[in-house]
Protein backbone atom coordinates (compact mmCIF):
# COMPACT_ATOMS: atom_id res chain seq x y z
CA UNK A 1 0.00 0.00 0.00
CA UNK A 2 1.14 3.45 -0.55
CA UNK A 3 1.99 5.81 1.75
CA UNK A 4 1.17 9.45 1.62
CA UNK A 5 4.48 10.61 1.24
CA UNK A 6 4.87 8.64 -2.04
CA UNK A 7 1.50 9.38 -3.25
CA UNK A 8 2.26 13.28 -2.98
CA UNK A 9 6.12 12.74 -4.43
CA UNK A 10 4.89 10.53 -7.75
CA UNK A 11 2.11 13.27 -8.75
CA UNK A 12 4.49 16.20 -8.05
CA UNK A 13 6.68 14.62 -10.76
CA UNK A 14 3.63 14.30 -13.31
CA UNK A 15 1.93 17.43 -12.56
CA UNK A 16 3.53 19.67 -11.23
CA UNK A 17 2.18 22.01 -8.94
CA UNK A 18 2.73 25.12 -6.50
CA UNK A 19 -0.10 23.45 -3.88
CA UNK A 20 1.68 22.89 -0.18
CA UNK A 21 2.12 19.11 0.63
CA UNK A 22 -0.25 19.43 3.73
CA UNK A 23 -2.90 20.40 1.46
CA UNK A 24 -2.51 17.35 -0.79
CA UNK A 25 -2.09 14.90 2.48
CA UNK A 26 -5.44 16.71 3.28
CA UNK A 27 -7.20 15.72 0.43
CA UNK A 28 -5.49 12.26 0.51
CA UNK A 29 -6.86 11.97 4.50
CA UNK A 30 -10.53 12.99 2.91
CA UNK A 31 -10.30 10.19 0.30
CA UNK A 32 -9.39 7.73 2.77
CA UNK A 33 -12.00 8.54 5.24
CA UNK A 34 -14.60 8.17 2.34
CA UNK A 35 -13.61 5.10 1.36
CA UNK A 36 -13.76 3.90 4.84
CA UNK A 37 -17.08 4.58 5.02
CA UNK A 38 -18.54 3.97 1.77
CA UNK A 39 -16.70 1.16 0.65
CA UNK A 40 -15.26 -0.65 3.77
CA UNK A 41 -18.20 0.31 6.31
CA UNK A 42 -15.96 1.17 8.93
CA UNK A 43 -15.01 3.85 10.93
CA UNK A 44 -12.37 6.59 9.02
CA UNK A 45 -9.03 6.19 9.77
CA UNK A 46 -7.93 9.02 12.29
CA UNK A 47 -7.13 12.12 11.19
CA UNK A 48 -3.28 12.14 10.91
CA UNK A 49 -0.84 14.82 11.29
CA UNK A 50 1.26 15.91 8.52
CA UNK A 51 4.37 15.47 7.78
CA UNK A 52 4.86 13.39 11.29
CA UNK A 53 2.55 10.56 9.50
CA UNK A 54 3.52 11.01 6.32
CA UNK A 55 4.80 7.20 5.72
CA UNK A 56 1.81 5.65 7.01
CA UNK A 57 -0.06 3.25 4.40
CA UNK A 58 -3.05 4.49 2.76
CA UNK A 59 -6.51 1.86 2.65
CA UNK A 60 -6.15 0.76 -1.05
CA UNK A 61 -3.42 -1.70 -2.02
CA UNK A 62 -1.69 -2.04 -5.35
CA UNK A 63 -2.91 -1.83 -8.25
CA UNK A 64 -6.06 -0.11 -7.36
CA UNK A 65 -3.72 2.80 -5.50
CA UNK A 66 -4.20 4.95 -8.63
CA UNK A 67 -7.22 6.16 -7.11
CA UNK A 68 -5.13 8.15 -5.17
CA UNK A 69 -3.13 9.59 -8.41
CA UNK A 70 -6.56 10.20 -9.78
CA UNK A 71 -7.38 11.98 -7.25
CA UNK A 72 -5.15 14.38 -6.73
CA UNK A 73 -4.64 15.39 -10.24
CA UNK A 74 -8.61 16.02 -10.43
CA UNK A 75 -7.99 18.22 -6.91
CA UNK A 76 -5.08 20.12 -8.55
CA UNK A 77 -6.71 20.85 -11.72
CA UNK A 78 -10.02 21.67 -10.37
CA UNK A 79 -7.94 24.56 -8.01
CA UNK A 80 -6.68 25.73 -10.74
CA UNK A 81 -9.71 26.26 -12.19
CA UNK A 82 -8.70 24.03 -15.06
CA UNK A 83 -12.46 22.65 -15.80
CA UNK A 84 -11.60 20.52 -18.83
CA UNK A 85 -8.84 18.48 -17.34
CA UNK A 86 -10.80 18.64 -14.02
CA UNK A 87 -13.18 16.22 -15.90
CA UNK A 88 -11.00 14.04 -17.52
CA UNK A 89 -9.12 13.12 -14.49
CA UNK A 90 -12.41 12.89 -12.41
CA UNK A 91 -13.52 10.38 -14.48
CA UNK A 92 -10.90 8.75 -14.67
CA UNK A 93 -11.10 8.40 -10.78
CA UNK A 94 -14.78 7.53 -10.67
CA UNK A 95 -14.33 4.75 -13.10
CA UNK A 96 -11.18 3.44 -10.75
CA UNK A 97 -13.16 3.53 -7.56
CA UNK A 98 -16.02 2.01 -8.88
CA UNK A 99 -13.88 -0.97 -10.01
CA UNK A 100 -12.12 -0.85 -6.50
CA UNK A 101 -15.69 -0.88 -5.18
CA UNK A 102 -16.79 -4.02 -6.62
CA UNK A 103 -13.68 -6.04 -6.04
CA UNK A 104 -13.59 -5.14 -2.30
CA UNK A 105 -17.29 -6.40 -2.13
CA UNK A 106 -16.48 -9.28 -4.32
CA UNK A 107 -14.01 -10.33 -1.74
CA UNK A 108 -15.11 -9.16 1.63
CA UNK A 109 -18.74 -10.28 1.23
CA UNK A 110 -20.55 -10.51 4.78
CA UNK A 111 -20.89 -14.36 6.04
CA UNK A 112 -24.23 -12.93 7.01
CA UNK A 113 -25.08 -12.89 2.67
CA UNK A 114 -24.39 -16.84 2.70
CA UNK A 115 -27.37 -17.73 4.69
CA UNK A 116 -29.62 -15.98 2.41
CA UNK A 117 -33.09 -18.24 1.60
CA UNK A 118 -35.48 -17.17 -0.91
CA UNK A 119 -38.69 -18.06 1.13
CA UNK A 120 -41.04 -16.97 -1.93
CA UNK A 121 -40.66 -20.09 -4.03
Not at 27 to 38: F, P, T, V
Not at 86 to 112: C, G, H, L
Amino acid sequence: MPTINEVIERNDKIKPNTYEEQTKADWLYRLDGRISKEIMHCEPPVHYTYPQDGDKELLVPFPNDAIYDYYLQAMIDFTNKEYDTYNNSIIMFNEAMDAYAKQYMRENVPPTFYNFRNIMG
